[in-house]
């Protein structure tokens, strides 16, 4: 089992012993609940706590008023509530069967596909109240983000706890970059991926070793203000401009300790809302009908090797980051990232591609197309178009680097012998991060796109086209 499961599996036990210690024990009684039929909205609040915080045979009786009740309106408390009775699931999975109709048994990752598949299935009243009551337990700090009346456009009860606390995993802030001949860069191996980027002729490499462990940089480059987004858990690094219009200051941005559909939510520490790291828009908290939506900026995988041949003026990330972390490439997701399974839940569609499977997704305002890398395999490049528009897509699985420009309707092909260089009508073009450039130095613009696995796209764009030959 690998580090970040493991400290998951560690974290819901601990969870489930807090939830316990303010258990009373089985000797202890209850006040009878009301008649279902008397039951009101607080009861019905009372008794969705209750689950968690009582012994085995009181929660017998809690689970047989509301199966009495019928009503289908606190089946997601029961499945919230499962997460953390994974020793003691019985009374709360015989509850699910009966007003459900469906026997997950005490799978807490089925009962929640389910949940996501059925958006007709609505939480009682007061369930932000609820939700923040049982996140609170873990950490304090959740209220800040999770509390009633929150407003949101995803369904609270599909959030679910990450197994760290608010900033468990940190951002780095401006961190230390050095050139590569500093004795602070010498960690890296020539083959390891980099998160390459390049603004304004400021280079920058950011190597995945140290992001797996910090999932997200706040930076200025290039004079941009920017914050790269990386979820380990759906293999995607998305650099977002952290200026917006109308605002005072660009956006700061950390890790919540929440996921959506095996997606982390980001926070920005001004309001504290939640954002969807795939889409860079704001989805529970203050900013929630802000028509926020943050620009995206190119960012390419490659390797370290690959990167510094072509950009040897760039800086790199500094080891000495300022956190104790053992930046051994791998070390925290090795074996989910060599696994074809996830480790929360989220539904996917394998009919195309597996749930793993690379694609490269390009987004130009409304315009959304992704590509499977796979495509990539016997030619490096691909003339297409996305909602009508020309693009090059130039690409290697092998470092899963793919980077995307404005074709101007010329037909491209690799040059051959140089992987740095294309040719078009005749044209020698070189590649740079932010254009193609031809010899007479006419220009065709870097386009912003990123990595990801498939299941994320199909889950957050299922509309979308993707080219999969």
Request: aromatic share 10%; hydrophobic share 40%.
């Amino acid at each position: 089992m690998n580090t970040i499961k493991s400290a998951v599996c560690a974290a819901l036990v601990g969870v489930s012993m807090a939830f316990s210690a303010a258990t009373p024990t089985h000797s202890q009684t209850l006040t009878p609940p009301p008649a279902a039929s008397e039951m009101d909205n607080a009861e019905v609040q009372k008794l969705a706590r209750d689950i968690l915080r009582v012994g085995t045979l009181q929660r017998n009786g809690v689970m047989a008023r509301l199966v009495e009740r019928g009503d289908t309106d606190v089946v997601a408390a029961l499945i919230q509530s499962l997460r953390f009775l994974q020793q003691d699931p019985w009374t709360v999975t015989a509850a699910l069967q009966s007003l459900t109709g469906e026997n997950f048994g005490g799978d807490w990752n089925k009962w929640m596909l389910w949940q996501e598949a059925h958006p007709e299935i609505t939480p009682f009243e007061g369930f932000d109240a609820y939700k923040e009551w049982v996140f609170t337990k873990i950490d304090p700090n959740f209220s800040l983000f999770i509390n009633p009346g929150v407003p949101h456009t995803i369904r609270l009860e599909e959030i679910t706890w990450g197994g760290v606390r608010k900033d468990g995993i940190p951002a780095l802030v401006n961190p230390t970059l050095v050139a590569p001949t500093d004795k602070a860069a010498s960690y890296l191996d020539d083959d390891e991926l980099v998160f390459g980027v390049a603004i304004n002729g400021d280079e920058r490499a950011y190597p995945l070793r140290i992001l797996d462990w910090h999932e997200m940089f706040n930076d200025v480059i290039g004079g941009v203000p920017v914050a790269l987004a990386y979820c380990t858990l759906c293999g995607s690094g998305i650099l977002y401009e952290t200026d917006v219009a109308g605002r005072d200051a660009p956006f700061d941005f950390g890790s919540s300790g929440f996921l959506y559909r095996s997606n982390k939510l980001m926070f920005d520490r001004e309001t504290n809302s939640l954002w969807n790291q795939f889409t860079g828009k704001p989805v529970v908290g203050e900013l929630v009908g802000s028509g926020i939506e943050l620009k995206l900026r190119p960012v390419a995988i490659t390797s370290w090797k690959k990167w510094l041949a072509r950009h040897p003026g760039t800086k790199v990330l500094s080891i000495d980051t300022g956190f104790n972390r053992d930046y051994t490439p791998g070390k925290p997701y090795a074996s989910y990232f060599n696994s074809p399974d996830l480790m929360f839940p989220a539904r996917v569609d394998n009919t195309s591609l597996e749930a793993k499977n690379y694609v490269y997704a390009l987004r130009l305002g409304e315009a959304e197309k992704a590509w499977s890398l796979n495509l990539f395999a016997d030619d490096m490049v691909i003339n297409d178009e996305i909602d009508g528009r020309k693009i090059v897509l130039i690409g290697d699985p092998d470092s899963r680097t793919v980077r995307a420009y404005e074709s101007d309707g010329l037909d491209f092909a690799a040059h051959g012998t140089n992987k740095e260089i294309l040719v078009a009508d005749m044209n020698e073009w070189r590649i740079t991060e932010e254009a193609l450039v031809s010899g007479g130095n006419k220009r065709l613009s870097r386009l912003p796109g990123h990595i990801a696995y498939w299941f994320v796209w199909q889950n957050f764009r299922p509309d979308a086209e993707t080219r999969f030959q």
